[in-house]
Structure formats: C-alpha cells, structure tokens
C-alpha cells in the first residue's frame, strides 16, 4: 500500500515497539516488594495502567509537569487502594520506577522480524513522548538502537505528540516531506491524528483494543506492517 510511496518509517516506541506494560509490571514487581509495600500487583496495576495512561494525557496537553506526572500516578492509585503511603515512599518508588525501567528490555512480539525486514528497503526513526535518557536506554538494552537513523523525542523538540512542532523537526532531521514518510504508533490521539495533521501517512498499531475508525488502518500484530511496505 505504501511500498512505492513511503522512503522513511517514524516509530513511536512505548507501547509501539517496547511493550511497556510488560516491562512496566516487572519494574512494579520488584521495587513494591523491595520497599516493603504489601499490595497485590494485580490489583495495583489494575488500577495503574489506566491512571498512566489518563496521566500521560494530561503531561501530552501541558496540564501537569513531569514530577506531578510521576507522583499523581502513584498517589491516585494507592488512594484507590485505600492503602496508606507517605509522601516520602511515594516519591522513593517514583524514582525508583524510573532508574529500574528501562532495565527489562521486552518488545512486541515480532519486533526485530519486521525491523530486519524494513531496514534495507526504508530510512527508519524514532519519534516518541518519552524522556530522552530513559527512551534511548530503552533503545540501547533492547539492542534495537542500531536499527534507527534518528531518534526524535519531546524533550528535544520541547513539545509532545500530537503537537505538529516535533513531526516537523522529525521530518526536517530525516530531511523526508511528509508526503513520504510513515507514522506507525498505538496512540489515535498522539501518534495518528498528530502525524496525519503534518501530512504523514499513518498506520495504528492497536494494542489497547480501541474501535474501529476511519483515520487510517489498523493492525494488530507488527508482522502486519509487511503487508503494506
């Protein structure tokens, strides 16, 4: 579909690539067992991975900064709980959640098929919302940093997905109009209606179950992205 068209491929890489969410719930596993906190991880991230993901919403729409991101999180889930934490443990398994994240290094299914596949054939990058140490450790302990020309976060653009600013400067580092480029990404929001308001193609990845729409296509396994480069 996009084979005589597209010459570079924009990744988004939480939830895209790297399966957050799996290496999410290991990261929780271990600091909530270290720190003594006797929840249920099943009950916690019940409740977590939705908060996150609302959370992030908010970070995206420049509504709260990254520590009030990082707390509110976890504070709203413990809340929920009706399990008491202190400020100070809080805070404590925060940056411990950070600092121990990106040392599990699980990708999607089908991840280094389909990026052995495309490298040949097609320039690929990173675009993602995330913070640039964390994002390009991730990159690094997955051994997928290789497979990228350019890697373009928020940070460096000093806004976030869907804002057009970092779909530009992706484009202008990749020196690629849009007219040229793919957008493959879980998020409708940031990812799809970001890139599609640049001009890029687009394909979503959708991890989260969301409804059908009429954006663009959608896959469900990344093997699928052969299909159409």
């Known amino acids: ?109 089908n991840t280094i098929e389909v990026l052995e596949y495309l490298k040949p054939k097609y320039n690929l990058h990173i675009i993602t919302n995330g913070f640039q140490e964390i994002q390009e450790k991730k990159l690094r302990n997955s051994n997928i940093s290789d497979y990228f020309a350019h890697i373009i976060n928020s940070e460096m653009a000093g806004v976030k997905k869907p804002n057009p600013i970092i779909f530009q400067l992706a484009l202008q580092k990749a020196n690629v109009s849009p007219q040229k480029a793919l957008m493959i990404g879980d998020s409708l929001e940031a990812d799809i209606l970001g890139a599609k308001g640049v001009g890029l193609h687009t394909l979503h990845f959708n991890v989260h179950n969301e409804p059908q729409h009429e954006f663009c296509e959608m896959i469900h396994d990344l093997r699928e992205i052969k299909s159409f480069l």
Not at 2 to 26: C, G, M, P, Q, Y
Not at 62 to 73: A, D, M, V
């Open 1 to 109: 579909m996009f084979r005589d068209i597209v010459t570079d491929v924009f990744f988004d890489l939480d939830h895209t690539l790297w399966d957050f969410e799996k290496n999410s719930a290991l990261t929780f596993e271990k600091i909530l067992m270290e720190n003594q906190v006797e929840v249920e991880l099943s009950d916690f991230l019940e409740i977590y991975i939705p908060t996150n993901l609302a959370f992030w919403k908010l970070y995206r729409e420049e509504r709260i900064t990254k520590s009030e991101l990082r707390y509110q999180r976890l504070k709203t889930v413990f809340d929920a709980l009706k399990y008491p934490v202190p400020d100070e443990t809080i805070n404590l398994l925060s940056e411990e959640y950070i600092a121990h994240l990106s040392n599990y290094n699980h990708l999607f299914p």
